[in-house]
């Protein structure tokens, strides 16, 4: 006779002596994968997992399985979705089929999280998406996502097939409903008969009629109510009930207790109310898809942008290329209305670009010879040349994804809290569904069953699971949809909390288009040579002031090029080292003098240096026009009761000439980034939460130092990569709309949780008094859902028409 496996039951193979001690014992396991999931089990301290289990658990599946997924560990394959932050360390975004809840979350993170290599996991049930880092030297990929697919949640890479799993999630979720909902309306007509006739009913019609109704019934249960037995059984299994658990127990209890009873005779059957509430959780289920559906919209929108292929330059003409094999300096042709399919420069002539897609703006740019072209934008003039600088996972496009993805993957504070009530919630639901059945088998045996049922149906957690994380993904994907992306989970809940504004003022209240006002030669070289030494110091370069040498450019190329904090850009032209930025950094100290006198001549402004580092040989004025809306933003966040400050690096003169178009009587000029980001201490001390606004490389300490910041798409990666917003497009619009969806977001999120705690306290004690039927409680728990779900997405509308129009400050 042989041995059945300690885990999964199955039979030992003869002469396998594989084992696991439980209890200080030897146990036998058929195969090297159950003994490992025994082993994982009991070293998290989950042991008394095998003495209450009722069954046995599924056999792991065989590492050949995990084999399947070894097609991702080619760079090939990664290229579009894999980022590479660093030699130690690389990102990627998935989204997993059947993932759910809290308890699914947790089964993930800590599952993952155990493996070597692993740095991060994020898990959100709202958008069924997983971000993980790792080490790739210590672990391959296909390792992670075969243990994603063991563990029973497939997962995609988002730029590969993400819209192909969420269309495979809603197919199905939208073929369980209506096989319930054609079980249900079926069963409900046998039902009908039950209650028309009431003891009239001959027996012999009645026991057909039970017998018609379950076999309707059992199909409907298997089939319509799997997930909710897999989700009961994987938080069992590990230890972490989630919502599944009090659903299952009841579509368990009264499955069963029909069937028995239409097999043996009885008084009631419970077939109707099963299909019921197998019908309407499906229904909330679909909500729940649809919900996240829309949210990963925004992102897959952005994935979509870029062309499969494109038309490369070489030797040998056009040749048609898929844009993953596209590098760095590749030259391709785009023709006229076809999609740019990554970051480069415009290598000659001109043309109108619409960057809708990824700004907002409708009205298309012109772009000159020597100007950045930013991926998934279209080319509406003639066809064009572009050099390449950034591709695949560089490009902005593919930045701001990989922000979202971040965003979406994580979970504020206040959503956490909302999974921890959640879970905690199921321990009472079952303590109060068994005081039921126990005082109901007492006082009426006869009801003990039907009022258990209403009190594990009708208290189903599910509306309070919700309530926090689907109002937040909503908000996040109507701010994007309005110009404004939320890159970190917790954003939102700290927007409402600003009491301060403070704001850079290059490129961000300016439009970053500059243009050369003036210029100075100051050592007798015509000033054609030296624009075209500042031109190419400037190439490649994020800085708004970088646009207004680029048209200046005479071919020369510069080398060894380097930003200086505070300074400026520093490198070689023709092997001499050159010093382009602020006139003490271009030509060393005591250069007020010269700027002065240009000033008394041009009046006052932002003044350029160019240099040696020893010598000045150069000054060009810059202009840049304030941003369209600016005035009018800065002027409704102050009647928001939130004072706006700037804090700026240029000189004094430019900073206050702003300052008073703007009507901002708090101003800083010659800030360095230490000084900017003390100066955010200061606030901080006082007791002010402190909202940045910033686009350049030296922006970053300062975003990263505020409680929250926003970057905007423009500027440089750097500030993105800091900063918990972005702000798209030319407008400063978005910024106030973002702070006004924010503090709707928290009022829905306290409306949702009002909601879930009041019904549940008028609902759990009715139940319990046998006042609910279970269909009554099918129908109430799923309309708690479907409000929660649909008070929450009336946050991707925008709260306004006209974001600028507000009458009184409102805080929160």
Known sequence: MSLACFHCSEPVPPGLDLTV????????????????????????????????????????????????????????????????????????????????????????????????????????????????????????????????????????????????????????????????????????????????????????????????????????????????????????????????????????????????????????????????????????????????????????????????????????????????????????????????????????????????????????????????????????????????????????????????????????????????????????????????????????????????????????????????????????????????????????ENLTRVRSVLLDKTGTLTAGRPQIAASRSLDGTPIEQHLAVAAALEVGSSHPYARAFLPHAGGLTAAQVEPVTAGGVRGQVDGRTWHLGTPEFAGGPGQTAAVDALEREHGAGSWVGLGDGQRLVALFLLSDPLRTDAADTLAALARRGLAPAISSGDAAPAVAAVAGRLGVRDWQARQTPQQKLAAIRARQQRGEVVLMVGDGVNDAPILAGADVSVALASGAALAHSQADLLLLGERLAPLLDGIDTARRTLAVVRQNLAWAAVYNLLAIPLAAAGLVPPWLAALGMSASSALVVGNSLRLLRSPRANTLAQAEPRLA
């Not at 679909?286 to 897959?300: I, K, L, N, Q």
């Not at 490009?395 to 994804?401: F, L, P």
């Open 21 to 492: 001690t439980v209890d200080g014992a030897p146990r036998p396991v058929c195969c090297p994968g159950c003994r490992a999931v025994a082993q994982l089990i009991l070293s998290s301290g989950h042991a008394d997992y095998y003495r209450f289990r009722t069954a046995p658990a599924l056999r792991p599946a065989e590492p050949a399985a995990a084999d399947a997924w070894t097609a991702f560990d080619r760079p090939q394959a990664q290229a579009t979705f894999v980022h590479q932050v660093s030699a130690e360390r690389a990102e990627a975004g998935f989204v997993v089929e059947g993932l759910r809840c809290a308890a699914c979350a947790w089964l993930i993170e800590s599952q993952l999280m155990r493996l070597p290599g692993v740095r991060e996991v994020r898990v959100s049930p709202a958008t069924g998406r997983v971000q993980l880092a790792w080490r790739p030297a210590e672990l391959k990929l296909s390792e992670l996502l075969g243990t994603l697919a063991a563990l029973g949640y497939r997962p995609h890479p988002i730029a590969a097939d993400a819209r192909a799993a969420a269309t495979r999630e809603r197919h199905s979720a939208l073929k369980r409903l209506l096989v319930a909902g054609l079980g249900m309306m079926q069963v409900s007509s046998f039902a009908f008969a039950f209650y028309l006739a009431g003891d009239t009913l001959e027996p012999a019609m009645r026991d057909f009629l039970r017998l018609i109704s379950m076999l309707v019934a059992l199909p409907v249960l298997l089939y319509a109510g799997t997930p909710f037995f897999l989700g009961a059984w994987r938080g069992l299994r590990h230890g972490r009930p989630g919502m599944d658990l009090p659903v299952a127990i009841a579509l368990t209890l009264a499955g069963g207790a029909s069937v028995w009873i239409t097999l043996t005779g009885g008084a009631e059957v419970y077939f109707d109310s099963v299909v019921m509430f197998v019908f309407f959780l499906s229904v909330s289920r679909w909500f729940e898809a649809d919900a996240r559906g829309r949210v990963r919209s925004v992102g897959e929108a952005l994935a979509a942008m870029l062309p499969a292929s494109v038309l490369r330059l070489g030797a040998d003409g056009p040749t048609p290329v898929a844009v993953s094999e596209l590098a760095p300096g590749d030259r391709v042709l785009v023709g006229s209305g076809e999609v740019i399919p990554a970051d480069g420069l415009l290598l000659e002539g001109a043309t109108q670009v619409d960057e809708a897609l990824l700004t907002g703006e409708s009205e298309p740019r012109r772009r000159t010879a020597g100007e950045a072209l930013i991926g998934g934008s279209v080319n509406l003039g003639p066809p064009v040349t572009v050099e390449l600088q950034r591709v695949g996972t560089a490009t902005q496009v593919s930045q701001i994804a990989r922000l979202l993805q971040r965003a979406q993957a994580d979970r504020p504070p206040l959503a956490l809290l909302a999974d921890r009530l959640a879970s905690g919630f199921i321990g009472l639901v079952l303590l109060a569904a068994a005081a039921t059945g126990l005082y109901w088998w007492q006082v009426e045996p006869t009801r003990w069953l039907a009022n258990t049922l209403a009190v594990l149906v009708v208290s189903c957690p599910c509306a309070l699971a919700l309530a926090t994380p689907t109002a937040f993904a909503a908000a996040a994907a109507g701010l994007a949809r309005r110009g404004l992306l939320v890159t970190r989970g917790a954003a939102l």
